[in-house]
């Protein structure tokens, strides 16, 4: 007799199903640019504005900003429309990102390395811990911004299809570790200090003085990486592989013990790899390095290396691929190391006629302003509810969450909320650093169900691979779980931490 489901797979079956039934993803983004147009036409014509006070993220500065509903429909917008259609298309920062790091991962994938170094991964890791290992390593990879995203979720759908588990289950699991947990970590990332130094300009509303650290989240999010591993774990083995059922499509061979060939290789990208570790250190470590930030030594912030993160990974595959082609005998000259970035760039290219229409409807909605005043309306009605303590706090997880789906950069939002809620919270007793904390809660959970995300169309690719039938409801059902239990969890956590008053980061404390 087959086993009935329940309430909530049924759910998320008439979720993948009405998705699925939609027009393929980049006819169901034009049809978002239409949306938008016509929702710019009738919010600009009401007369649709906000006033809020906003932090630059670039110079701190706070100042008041009144934002009005822009139509598209107007002759500036038309014009905008017709002229901004090459750049919107050129300046989509995951077009580049994955571009340039598909060369060095498509090289690394060409001549073999990634595939053995994945045979040694699976021969030498339990069976067991394969997914808390590819959610954990999504997790941490946030720290060399947004590569994984390109690199690691097709690697998380390789490694579960390597050990006969089905690869979107695997895809799943990276990608809820890579986007869903994006603000924990175990050391301290890139947007830290970029929070950090909104969060403090918020806080000299309420306290002139007040000094919010780059580290003032660390424990915090340090026990939240495994956290959401752990969550992750749970989600990926009892929800999701579960209800993808038995994988059919094309089969990945059985995981043999490397040859000698391979071993040789592996050798030669191991030295070439700390070879270019070590001359990427020597760039780094000294005081007046050229990859720090040549004004005042940092290397976090604004330095060369934080730029040029998404090269240095590129580099991180090349180098150690054509490395191990020439130890495995791969590789016979330069032709073959073209032809490997070549056929890399081939298979991205439904990703960029993708990218094309994503881009567009990403760009209208900026020029709109509909996600700033989707912002401050909800941040208008949370103030004035007049909640206090770790209720409010909880709803103001909620709000973030909420507002995410419209308003994808973390940095974008938070300088409109936290000069609205730091100086709010401040005056109920929370410190700045804990409102920080559940700001990054709630911007993280529900990236993986948005489709204004910016990596969103990409992963729809890399799910294609696996399934030609799946499509933006085939992801969004499928990751709706993790969204769920790890808000859930995560603001649980959060409640913990409260009750027991545990400092959140070095000198950080949860109230005033």
Request: contains cysteine; charged residues 10%.
């Amino acid at each position: 007799m087959k086993k009935q489901k329940s309430i909530f797979m049924r759910l998320l079956d008439r979720v993948e199903k009405i998705g699925n039934a939609l027009p393929h993803p980049v006819t169901l983004f034009l049809v978002f640019c239409g949306m938008v147009i016509i929702a710019s036409q009738i919010f600009s014509m009401l007369g649709t504005s906000v006033t809020y006070e906003v932090i630059d993220p670039a110079t701190h500065e706070t100042t008041m900003t009144t934002v009005s509903a822009v139509s598209l429909l107007s002759a500036d917008g038309l014009r905008f429309i017709f002229t901004s259609a090459v750049s919107n298309f050129t300046s989509f920062a995951p077009l580049g990102t994955v571009l340039v790091a598909m060369l060095g991962v498509g090289v690394a994938e060409g001549t073999g390395f990634i595939g053995t170094v994945l045979r040694k991964l699976v021969l030498s890791t339990p069976k067991t811990f394969i997914t808390v290992v590819v959610v954990l390593a999504g997790v941490v990879s946030n720290v060399a911004s947004d590569a994984g995203y390109v690199v690691l979720i097709p690697l998380g759908a390789i490694i579960f299809a390597s050990v006969g588990r089905h690869p979107l289950a695997g895809l799943a699991a990276a990608f809820a570790g890579v986007s869903g947990g994006y603000s924990a970590n175990l050391i301290i990332g890139s947007t830290d200090p970029l929070l950090a130094g909104i969060s403090t300009e918020a806080a000299q509303l309420f306290d002139p003085n007040y000094v919010v650290g780059a580290a003032s989240n660390f424990y915090f999010m340090f026990v939240s990486s495994f956290l959401i591993a752990i969550l992750g774990t749970f989600v990926t083995e009892k929800i999701v592989e579960p209800r993808l059922g038995k994988y059919n499509g094309p089969q990945i061979e059985a995981v043999e013990h490397l040859n000698d060939n391979e071993k040789r290789g592996v050798k030669y990208a191991v030295i070439a790899f700390i070879i270019f570790v070590l001359v990427i250190l020597l760039m780094l470590i000294p005081q007046n390095g050229i990859l720090r930030n040549q004004e005042n030594g940092e290397i976090l912030n604004g330095s060369p290396f934080m730029s040029a993160l998404v090269f240095i990974m590129a580099l991180a595959f090349l180098i150690p691929g054509i490395a191990y082609g020439i130890g495995a005998k791969s590789i016979k000259s330069d032709k073959d190391v073209v032809a490997a970035m070549s056929k890399s760039m081939s298979s991205m290219g439904s990703y960029i006629v993708l990218t094309f229409v994503a881009s567009q409807f990403v760009a209208y909605f900026n020029y709109t302003k509909l996600g700033t005043i989707i912002a401050v309306k909800g941040a208008d009605a949370l103030k004035s509810a007049g909640i206090g303590g770790i209720g409010l706090i909880l709803l103001f997880v909620l709000l973030t969450a909420f507002i995410n789906l419209f308003m994808g950069s973390a940095s974008a939002k938070w300088a409109i909320m936290a000069p609205i809620f730091i100086p709010m919270l401040m005056k109920s007793g929370f410190a700045p650093e804990f409102t920080q904390v559940a700001y990054r809660i709630g911007d993280s959970t529900t990236n993986i169900i948005s489709p204004l995300m910016s990596y969103f169309a990409l992963i729809v690719t890399f799910a294609g691979k696996y399934d030609e039938e799946s499509g933006i409801g085939t992801l969004i059902s499928t990751m709706v779980p993790y969204s769920i239990v790890f808000l859930i969890g995560w603001s649980l956590l959060l409640i913990v931490w409260y009750i027991f008053g545990w400092p959140i980061g070095p000198g950080a404390s949860i109230l005033m």
